[in-house]
């Protein structure tokens, strides 16, 4: 993937800035996120992360919302510890707005739950073919990889 010009509003998504936005809760970062993340990255995919972009000042909802409309795609790890916190469905709220507007794709990974759990918050997250963490990050890098040809 190759580092793309800055987007505004009115281009298309191949002209966006990041290939992938990576949306999660803040308590899978250390157990799965991060690496995820550093995995991606050493396959030039430009990656919006939290670590990755934030710098000493930034604003959070700034920069998220700056990464949520520069992405191709949204990278949505969906976790126990996600359907608990309201700043992560909140980004997934944006992706879903640009997604209904043709901007973003939702690419869903699973960790430490399973369609059944899923269903129970969100029958549309449900029904999304989604990668599993427990497959390893070999594979799911090849996933998004795939999906984003």
């Known amino acids: 993937m190759s580092k793309m010009m800055k987007t505004t509003k009115s281009q298309s998504i191949s002209d966006k800035t990041y290939d ?14 991060r690496q995820l993340a550093e995995e991606l990255k050493a396959k030039d995919i430009n990656v919006w992360y939290d670590d990755f ?8 909802r700034q920069s998220i919302e700056k990464g949520l409309l520069e992405a191709k795609f949204g ?9 608990k916190k309201q700043w992560p469905q909140d980004e ?7 997604k ?7 690419l ?5 739950l399973n369609e059944h759990y899923i269903s129970k918050y ?22 998004i990889i795939n999906a984003m040809s």
Do not use: M
Not at 53 to 60: C, F, M, R, V, Y
Not at 75 to 83: G, T, Y
Not at 92 to 98: F, H, I, P, R, T
Not at 100 to 106: A, D, N, P, V, Y
């Open 75 to 83: 990278i949505v790890v969906l976790s126990p510890n996600f359907f």
């Open 53 to 60: 972009t934030l710098k000493i000042g930034d604003s959070l």
């Open 100 to 106: 209904r507007q043709g901007k973003t794709i939702i």
């Open 122 to 143: 969100s029958p549309i997250l449900a029904d999304l073919k989604a990668a599993k963490a427990s497959d390893g990050y070999g594979k799911i890098v090849t996933d």
């Open 20 to 33: 992938v936005f990576i949306c999660h809760a803040s308590e899978d970062k250390d157990k799965f996120v």
């Open 92 to 98: 997934l709220n944006g992706l879903y707005a640009l």
């Open 108 to 112: 869903p990974i699973w960790l430490n």
